[in-house]
């Protein structure tokens, strides 16, 4: 899977993880990443299209 750059709310702080799962919630698709600073997730918007080339 490619590594992709998320940002965490709550510690304020960017990184990167290959480590994430693809949700869709509404016709909306998120990548999914359990942050490094705590116990709590980060998601980031994603096209139709990156959602696809993500899942392979």
Same mark, same amino acid.
């Given at each position: 899977?490619?590594? #992709? @750059?998320?940002?965490? $709310? =709550?510690a =304020?702080?960017?990184?990167k993880?290959?480590?994430?799962? #693809?949700? @869709? ?6 990548? $999914?990443?359990?942050? +490094?600073?705590? +116990?709590?997730?980060?998601?980031? #918007?994603l096209?139709? =299209? %990156?959602?696809? @080339?993500? %899942?392979?």
């Amino acid at each position: 899977m490619a590594e #992709i @750059e998320f940002y965490d $709310v =709550k510690a =304020k702080n960017k990184f990167k993880t290959d480590k994430f799962d #693809i949700r @869709e919630k509404k016709g909306r698709y998120f990548a $999914v990443a359990k942050s +490094p600073s705590g +116990p709590h997730e980060c998601w980031r #918007i994603l096209s139709e =299209k %990156q959602a696809k @080339e993500l %899942q392979g």
